[in-house]
Each structure stands twice: as structure tokens, then as C-alpha cells.
């Protein structure tokens, strides 16, 4: 079946937007670390940045996947490393039980706050939302991905308007606050890398490309899509700044401003959906690794590596905690994005897409 426009244009950034923003990005966390302890000024600099960093790879990815028909991460990246590659097989892993292990831990206090029951009921929940998803396979996993995504963009709006209506001045006085003394780009460099350093689980959406044109135009359509509603968050934080940089949850202080308690609820309807949305994107992505190398993985193995790899990660996550885990794990791994992959899609990526060409 000839795919749509929106499959081709849109919908690989809805699933690269899903694949980010569970844990850390949906709660506010990581923007406050990478963005807004820069300083307001500082920090719309650095977001910038990295949507630029996100278009361009997303754009080579995208187009080396579709010349190569590399459709899960492993053949990709064997593809863009060769012997290398089993460098990024390691980083990946890492990567997937660190960010699930924010996403258990943001999940449990959403929860908790929607219906005051223990966060051990909200994380199990997740996980069984999660291995229901990925239990259906590739089809289900874009649907729900790219609704989740639009009633989010909705959530998000909604917040922003209240939150502008009722503090605006606040938002606007907020840039008087901005240090000289600040990184204009380090944070943007940063958070690029290690959110994109998992862009290649996505690529189950190649299949939908047949040129160039939408391989390039789709990715860089999707580093704008993917960064567009933490652009919205981050100025609603504005409101609150700079008190709001020591919340571990930074959406509950603003929704807890704004008062409107039905709305509260739905908001974190949405972000509980978010952490599912993010854990689909990940453990969909290794399954579809598994079963290049193994075609008779059956749907069942397919739940049950999803549950699994869910458990072990919470584990981490009630050990150290959301605040812990972004601040001290993420710094780590992003420079091993960098080397690994961001630099390697950059250069042998561009020159591998142009060879022949």
C-alpha cells in the first residue's frame, strides 16, 4: 500500500518525538539541566542547537537507512561502523535501561499524584501498557506513537495559553534574569547527542520513504517536531523561574499554579502516556534487532523481553532516584553518543549517502 504524506512527513517525527520524551523531557527534569540552569536567553540558545543537531542527523539516518534498507538498529549501524559497531550495541543498552529507568521512576510519581496509590502500582501499570503495545508489532507501535503524540500537542497547548494568561509578565520578566557567565550551545551539544544517540530504533519508519527528498525533508521535519512542545514547556517553566530548578517534576509545580484540578488530571493522563510512548519506542526497537537476526521471535517473546528489561531497569531507577539518574548518568553517555555515533553519521554517514550518488 502506497504510504500518505503523513506517513512519509510527519510521522517519523512523532515516533522520534514519542521515543524522547518519557521521564525527563515530558516531567520538565531534563529541560531544567540542560536548558534552564543556562539561563532563560541561554537556554532558548541551546535548544536551537540542538534541533539543529537533531534535523541534520535525523535527515542522514533517515536516507542512509532508506539506500541501504537498514530498518532496525543492528544492520544500521554495521552499515555506518562496520567492525565498530557492536561499540554502539553496548551504548545502546546502556542508553535503553538508563532512559526507562527515569521514565519507571517519573512514572511511579505521576502516578501517585494522580490518584495518591503507592508508585509501585503506577510503574506496574507502565510495564504492562508497554508489553501489550509491543506485543502487535510495528503497526499497532506507529499508531499509537503518532495519536499519543497529537493528543499531547494538545495538552501542551492548553498548558502554555492558561499558564501565559495567568503569568506573562512573570515569563517576560524572566529574561532580566539571564547570567553572562553561561554556556551558550554546551547544553544544546549535550542533550542533541544523547536523545538522538537513540534515533536508530526508530527506523522501523524507513519503510515508508521512496527518494531521497523524503528521507531529508522527513528528518529534518522531525528534529523541529520532536523539540517543539519542550519549547512550549520550557516557557511555561519561565513562570516559575528560577524557583522551579530544584523541582524533580517541574509539570506538577506549573499545573499545581494554574489550579484548574480537571485539567491537572488530564495532563497527567498525557504524560503517564508519554513514559509508555517512550518505553514502546525503545524496547520496539531492540525486539526489531532481535528479530533481524532471529525472524521466528514470536509476539509473545516479544511482550515478555519488553516486561523484562521494564524490571530490571526500575530497579536502578528506585535506587538513585530521577534527579540522580539525569544528572549524573546522561552526562556520561552523551559523549559516548558523540564519538560513537553523532561524529561517525556526520562524516562516514554524509559520505557513504553521497558515494555512487
Known amino acids: 500500500m502506497k504510504s500518505t504524506f503523513f506517513q512519509k512527513y510527519l510521522l517519523p517525527g512523532f515516533i522520534f518525538q514519542s521515543l524522547i520524551i518519557g521521564g525527563g523531557y515530558g516531567t520538565g527534569r531534563e529541560l531544567v539541566e540542560f536548558f534552564l540552569t543556562e539561563g532563560p536567553v541561554s537556554g532558548l540558545i541551546n535548544m536551537g542547537v540542538a534541533t539543529v543537531i537533531w534535523s541534520l542527523v535525523l535527515a542522514i539516518c533517515f536516507e542512509f537507512a532508506r539506500k541501504g534498507k537498514h530498518y532496525e538498529y543492528r544492520s544500521f549501524v554495521k552499515g555506518l561502523l562496520g567492525k565498530g559497531w557492536i561499540g554502539y550495541e553496548i551504548l545502546y543498552l546502556i542508553g535503553l535501561v538508563l532512559v526507562v529507568s527515569v521514565m519507571g521512576s517519573a512514572s511511579g510519581e505521576i502516578f501517585h499524584e494522580m490518584v495518591g496509590a503507592p508508585e509501585l502500582f503506577g510503574i506496574i501499570i507502565m510495564m504492562g501498557l508497554v508489553g501489550f503495545i509491543v506485543f502487535f508489532g510495528t503497526s499497532l507501535v506507529e499508531k499509537v506513537l503518532s495519536v499519543w503524540s497529537i493528543i499531547l500537542y494538545g495538552a501542551f497547548f492548553i498548558m502554555f495559553i492558561a499558564v501565559f494568561k495567568m503569568f506573562s509578565s512573570e515569563i517576560m520578566s524572566s529574561f532580566a534574569l539571564q ?56 516557557l511555561a517553566m519561565l513562570s ?73 531497569s526500575i530497579f536502578i531507577a528506585n535506587a538513585i532516584g530521577l534527579i540522580g539518574l539525569i544528572a549524573k548518568g546522561y552526562g556520561a553517555l552523551t559523549w559516548g553518543y558523540w564519538i560513537i555515533f553523532v561524529i561517525p553519521v556526520l562524516t562516514i554517514g554524509v559520505h557513504k549517502v553521497l558515494k555512487n550518488e
Open 179 to 234: 547570567n553572562t557567565e553561561t554556556s551558550w550551545t554546551m547544553g544544546g551539544i549535550k542533550y542533541a547527542a544523547y536523545n538522538i544517540g537513540l534515533a536508530p530504533a526508530i527506523l522501523f519508519c524507513v519503510r515508508h520513504f521512496d527518494s531521497r527528498k523524503e528521507a531529508l525533508i522527513s528528518g529534518l521535519c522531525a528534529g523541529l517536531i520532536g523539540m517543539f512542545p519542550a519549547l512550549i514547556m520550557f
Open 240 to 312: 516559575q523561574y528560577p524557583q522551579i530548578i530544584s523541582e524533580s517534576v517541574p509539570v506538577n509545580s506549573i499545573l499545581q499554579k494554574i489550579g484548574w484540578d480537571p485539567f491537572k488530571l488530564i495532563f497527567q493522563i498525557v504524560l503517564f502516556g508519554t513514559f509508555i510512548e517512550t518505553g514502546v519506542g525503545l524496547i520496539h526497537g531492540f525486539n526489531e534487532r532481535i528479530l533481524s537476526v532471529n525472524p521466528k521471535l514470536s509476539d509473545k517473546n516479544r511482550a515478555l523481553i519488553g516486561i523484562l528489561l521494564l524490571m530490571a
